[in-house]
């Protein structure tokens, strides 16, 4: 099973990237998608979460209405398109499957993807 993320780069304050994940391996079409990131000496934390089913979407409070969140499941992908960035959203940023409840972690992991913002 593998999460590959792609579309990580660097931007300057105020624009936008895209995210995609896609999955292989097995399908998630049933299990909740969505990303983490993590900062340059912080810990890993939620960013946004879709649901399998009835496109539920959880977003972390610092990306709420600049972040957004979809998912297609014919493709088994995930996308995280990023708007309005600053530099706090700085960090790599990890695609996740099957989240826990607490949304503190997830059951699969993808390999990562820098996004640098700067001012």
């Known amino acids: 099973v593998q999460l590959q993320a792609s579309g990580g780069g660097s931007v300057q304050a105020g624009g936008s990237l895209r995210l995609s994940c896609s999955a292989s391996g097995r399908t998630f079409s049933r299990d909740s998608m969505g990303w983490f990131r993590q900062a340059p000496g912080k810990e890993r934390e939620f960013v946004a979460r879709h649901s399998w089913t009835g496109g539920v979407t959880n977003y972390a409070d610092s990306v709420k209405g600049r972040f957004t969140i979809s998912r297609d499941n014919a493709k088994n992908t995930v996308y995280l398109q990023m708007s309005d960035l600053n530099s706090e959203d700085t960090a790599i940023y990890y695609c996740?499957?099957?989240?826990?409840?607490?949304?503190?972690?997830?059951?699969?992991w993808g390999q990562g993807t820098q996004v640098t913002v700067s001012s």
């Open positions: 996740a499957a099957q989240f826990w409840g607490d949304y503190r972690g997830a059951n699969y």
